[in-house]
């Protein structure tokens, strides 16, 4: 029961990740048809993320009151419903509207099974999960493509991943009683049964060296939404390659995080998940100063791809670690803080890049990635220093 507990699990973070690049593989086709400016994909990312950072803010609250495998389960349904609004929207409004329970479920599901797998499983069962995120973010692109090149249009491109969720709702809803059982042979109570009051917003900044890992979460989540974002427009406009090479090549960001979470789940065997953020970011310094050398685009690209590495442990062995440094009782309520956190520094530092790089040049990219990354460094050795003297 146990092994198939957890093939569920890997199984919803396959479909977390398959709505997550949908909108910007549809877009292209969906602004032409809603006769909107291209620009106007923005507004519905916008609603997404706030509907994402709400949720996580309330997974506290939920799953104390209703457990992990109830939340999660209604999560991916809403996520469901929301994309099957979107295959069947016909105006920009409607998809507006659409995007409200598509973040609010896609919030809720990250934060509740982020905190129950760093309760229950071992570090390196987070990397791969995280992987098998990446795996369906990446399937997302290509399910999209297969129905715009099919003629079938972008809205069943959205139907597809909403069957998809519909299925996985109804695998989720059979599962129950093995959340449950999991729960009660681990703590002796079941999932959601917990007597525990939630945590205020207020209560939860206050905890010692709270304020610190919220603030590593965002820069993580800037360096890499950034990275992502422009990695494309700098090896246009910095170093001179034809968009099309340039689209593809910027790809390898993304390649260096899937393939180093699947790598990272075997050294977790060996290091801890201190260890394996400082290496992460260890890997992400050197990829960054690499972007600084003149020495051509083949260094360019080699940086691009150490980046996506060191991106990959950080996250996951930052959730991990949470219930060690804060406590099983305050950590889902933490999870949620931090993954609102992070989904803010997804909304406003790309923006920010984006709007230094018009008024100054794109080519202060590594300047702006490292100023970031030293200040996640600053912060996350501030919060281990707090935490061990809460525990001292």
């Keep these: 029961m146990f092994q198939l507990l957890l093939i569920i699990i890997y199984l919803a973070f396959i479909s977390l990740g398959l709505p997550d690049s949908l909108l910007g593989s549809a877009w292209p086709a969906m602004y032409q048809e809603f006769s909107v400016p291209v620009s106007y994909a923005g507004g519905i990312s916008m609603i997404i993320a706030v ?91 290509y399910i999209m493509g297969y129905a715009l090149t099919g003629g079938q249009g972008w809205n069943m491109g959205y139907r597809y991943i909403s069957i998809l969720q519909i299925g996985l709702t109804a695998v989720l809803i059979f599962s129950l009683p093995l959340w449950k059982r999991k729960d009660a042979d681990d703590t002796g109570q079941t999932d959601g049964a917990g007597k525990e009051r939630p945590l205020s917003l207020g209560q939860i900044i206050k905890i010692p060296g709270a304020k610190e890992v919220m603030i590593t979460f965002f820069c993580y989540c800037a360096i890499e939404q950034t990275t992502g974002l422009w990695a494309s427009s700098y090896l246009v406009l910095r170093r001179g390659m034809p968009e099309e090479t340039a689209a593809g090549f910027a790809g390898l960001f993304f390649i260096g995080i899937t393939a180093g979470r699947a790598f990272s789940g075997f050294l977790t065997m060996k290091l801890n998940d201190t260890q ?56 889902q309520a ?51 220093s707090k935490v061990l003297v809460n525990k001292g």
């Excluded at 949720?55 to 996520?79: C, E, I």
């Excluded at 992460?280 to 996506?308: A, K, Y």
């Excluded at 933490?334 to 923006?351: E, F, K, L, N, W």
């Excluded at 100054?360 to 281990?384: D, T």
Aim: net charge positive; aromatic share 12%.
């Design 51 to 141: 509907g994402t950072i709400v949720s996580s803010l309330q997974s506290d609250r939920l799953t104390k009151r209703f457990g992990t495998g109830k939340v999660t389960a209604a999560s991916v349904l809403m996520t469901a419903a929301a994309l099957y609004g979107f295959s069947i929207s016909h105006s920009y409004g409607a998809l507006c509207l659409w995007a409200v329970p598509y973040g609010l479920g896609a919030g809720s599901v990250d934060a509740s099974l982020n905190n129950y797998v760093a309760l229950h499983y071992a570090s390196r069962h987070m990397s791969w999960l995280h992987c098998m995120w990446g795996i369906g973010a990446s399937l997302g692109p």
């Design 334 to 384: 933490m999870i949620g803080v931090q993954m609102a956190s992070a989904y803010v520094g997804t909304c406003i530092m790309p923006p920010i890049f984006g709007f230094l790089a018009n008024h100054i040049s794109v080519s202060v990219f590594p300047v702006y990635l490292l100023a970031i990354l030293v200040f996640m460094g600053v912060m996350y050795e501030k919060m281990l």
């Design 276 to 331: 394996m953020i400082r290496l992460g970011q260890g890997f992400m310094l050197s990829g960054i100063v690499l972007l600084f050398l003149p020495f051509g685009s083949v260094v360019t690209l080699l940086g691009f791809l150490l980046i996506g590495l060191g991106c990959a442990p950080v996250y996951p062995s930052i959730i991990h670690s949470t219930p060690e440094h804060f406590g099983v009782d305050k950590s």
